[in-house]
């Protein structure tokens, strides 16, 4: 009897393993494809975002707040000595704050206690100078919070530029490559003369979506000109863009 239950641990972790590995296959699959989405529109790289915000619902202390967005930063790679940590915690606001930064990248992790059922782990995540390793940053980001929320969100966002001002002709040509490349079927369209706007759904991403009026959104493109800097610049998201564009 004792040998059955054995084999049946082994097989349940066996498939648990199998299962997990499947899911990362898939992460670097429809991740990689964002990837090529965004070289196929052949912008200069301006830089990339990750937004993150995991809720967590039980009661829980300063230093069990204050020891996840530590372990966020260190699973991301900082070293402690370009980490600063702030706290503010009384009656009123029960925050930890913490920034970190090296030649490349920023790193923001808040921790918001509401209540004794409702607290929040945001993270920000900027990068100017890579972006190929945006698969990697992400999967570890998204382990790092699944260890206490099984509800966490993770925005994307993969930001280029062109040195000059494109016709509206091109903004429409530059979508249907990216629409192509992603298997994306348009939900959403805004068009001006300057800004283009479109939410879509990619097959592509499809475990990755927001519903919206009854659809399923999970790819967000912006494309607009700015005058100040004579530039056109572009925005790939998944889910949808969470920057100021």
């Known amino acids: 009897m004792k040998n059955i239950k054995y084999i049946a641990l082994f097989i349940s972790l066996v498939l648990l393993g199998a ?9 670097d699959n429809s991740y990689n494809r964002f990837l090529e989405a965004f070289e196929s529109t052949q912008a200069d790289f301006k830089f990339y975002n990750i937004k993150a915000n ?7 202390s ?14 991301l790679g900082m070293e402690e000595s370009n980490v600063k940590l702030e706290d503010k915690w009384n ?6 704050y913490i920034q ?14 509401k209540n004794s059922s409702e607290s929040y782990i945001m993270v920000d995540i900027l990068d100017n100078k890579v972006y190929k390793n945006i698969v990697d940053i992400y999967a570890i980001l998204k382990n790092s ?4 929320s099984y509800q966490a969100e ?9 040195s000059k001002k494109l016709q509206i002709d091109k903004y429409n040509d530059i979508l249907d490559e990216i629409l192509y490349n992603m298997n994306a079927e348009v939900i959403e369209k805004v068009q001006e003369e300057n800004f283009l706007s479109i939410t879509a759904y990619s097959k ?3 475990e990755n979506y927001l519903e919206c009026f009854g659809n399923k959104i999970n790819l967000n493109i912006g494309i607009r000109y700015s005058e100040d800097d004579e530039r056109t610049l572009i925005y790939i998201a998944t889910p949808i863009i969470k920057l100021d564009y």
């Open 204 to 206: 592509v991403l499809k």
């Open 100 to 113: 970190a930064e090296n030649d490349n990248t920023s790193i923001s992790v808040i921790g918001i206690k």
């Open 91 to 96: 009656n009123n606001e029960k925050q930890i």
């Open 19 to 27: 299962m997990s590995s499947y899911a990362e296959i898939k992460l």
């Open 145 to 148: 919070l699944d260890k206490f």
């Open 54 to 60: 995991a809720p967590i619902d039980y009661d829980i």
């Open 62 to 75: 300063k230093d069990e707040i204050k020891s996840i967005c530590l372990d966020i930063i260190n699973d």
């Open 154 to 162: 993770i925005y994307t966002c993969i930001a280029g530029e062109y």
